[in-house]
């Protein structure tokens, strides 16, 4: 659903252009206190937060890569912003697809550098927005389960997709270049992207619950779905009243709490799929237009399409210039983009997170760490 340059006038794209920069702004202020996360282990989850919400950003852009068909002669790809959100968060998660769609534009002449903005609004905020306040009202209502969580996320997922086509519609309807039934537009979008989210429904649905099976505790969206573990007391345990051993000691409340857990197998396991999926699978993929370029040929839109402004990009349409082999050029710039996406993503979520952490670290005020001496 990557809007090229020209179909949308200036005013409107410069409009979406600024919702898309405000919510970029109120996303980077939420992203700090998602990264940072909450409670004792703030500290820990934080380490291990940022690096996972760039792998986020780097399989999203792999996976939208892979286009399968969805009907006669169209196909579709990944959004994205749903599986984002559940994972690290509805602020981290406009941010993780909004990476996505800045490295597709300048590296790969995907998507149009005017209609940055529309892809934004469209691609990152709309889809968040609308998947995870769907998934949350579905997470209260659902037994207290890991399945639940993946069932809410297949639905949030399927509903977000044409949500993303209905929003669309609306900014072509304020905004579009070519003189087309708004109607027919409508009609034709989300009839085919309701299609097309049966698909993200699917690739969401199966990577929650691949991570919820093994870590459940890097998984946003499944925060509190298991219960915090309890101190038992053993029946052999001394009474209360008993005297206490001279040498004995008391423990340390953080004593009794599990053990810090590395993320590093699974954000390996999630490079090694991001890695086989753009630079081996995509050439698999569908070659047929997406759903939005099927639209735009049918209705006639895609003649008010104007050149990229990258398109001799060395990297232009996935593809290294220069390497003939087709599947080793697209294989080449598939890993090359998922490795440009990770250090961009995780460049970007790892400052926010320092500046978190700093921000937390500063004492209270002048008097912080003197306090003054009591009256007499």
Not at 1 to 17: C, E, K, R
Not at 75 to 104: D, E, K
Not at 334 to 343: E, N, S
Request: net charge neutral; hydrophobic share 50%.
């Amino acid at each position: 659903m990557h809007v090229p340059d020209g179909f949308i006038n200036a005013p409107v794209s410069l409009a979406t252009g600024a919702v898309a920069a405000a919510a970029v702004a109120v996303s980077l202020r939420g992203a700090r206190r998602e990264l940072a996360g909450t409670g004792a282990g703030a500290a820990a989850g934080a380490e291990r937060t940022a690096p996972l919400a760039g792998l986020v950003a780097a399989f999203i852009f792999a996976v939208q890569m892979l286009n399968f068909p969805v009907a006669a002669g169209t196909s579709g790809h990944l959004l994205g912003g749903a599986l984002a959100a559940i994972l690290v968060g509805p602020y981290t998660g406009v941010l993780c697809v909004s990476v996505v769609l800045l490295m597709q534009g300048v590296l790969f002449a995907d998507g149009g550098l005017t209609a940055l903005g529309v892809n934004i609004t469209d691609m990152a905020i709309v889809t968040t927005v609308v998947a995870y306040g769907l998934f949350r009202g579905l997470v209260k209502v659902l037994p207290r389960r890991r399945r639940s969580i993946t069932v809410a996320s297949f639905v949030a997922a399927l509903v977000s997709v044409p949500a993303a086509a209905v929003a669309f519609t609306a900014i072509y309807a304020l905004g579009g270049t070519a003189d087309v039934p708004i109607g027919k537009v409508f009609t034709a979008m989300v009839g085919v992207h309701v299609l097309i989210g049966i698909g993200e429904a699917v690739i969401t649905a199966l990577t929650v619950g691949a991570v919820i099976a093994v870590r459940p505790d890097l998984v946003h969206g499944a925060r509190g779905l298991t219960a915090p573990l309890e101190l038992r007391t053993s029946p052999l345990a001394a009474p209360a009243d008993a005297p206490t051993a001279p040498e004995a000691e008391p423990v340390p409340a953080a004593a009794s709490a599990a053990p810090r857990r590395s993320a590093r197998r699974v954000w390996l396991a999630g490079l090694a799929a991001a890695l086989v999926c753009a630079g081996g699978i995509s050439y698999y993929a569908s070659a047929s237009p997406d759903g939005l370029e099927k639209v735009a040929h049918d209705q006639g839109i895609d003649a008010k399409a104007e050149d990229h402004a990258t398109k001799d990009s060395p990297l232009a349409d996935y593809s290294v210039k220069d390497i003939t082999d087709a599947r080793l050029s697209g294989g080449l710039a598939g890993v090359i983009g998922v490795g440009a996406t990770l250090a961009v993503g995780t460049g970007v979520f790892v400052v926010l997170r320092r500046r978190k952490s700093a921000a937390t670290a500063e004492p209270a005020g002048p008097g912080a760490e003197h306090p003054a001496p009591e009256s007499a």
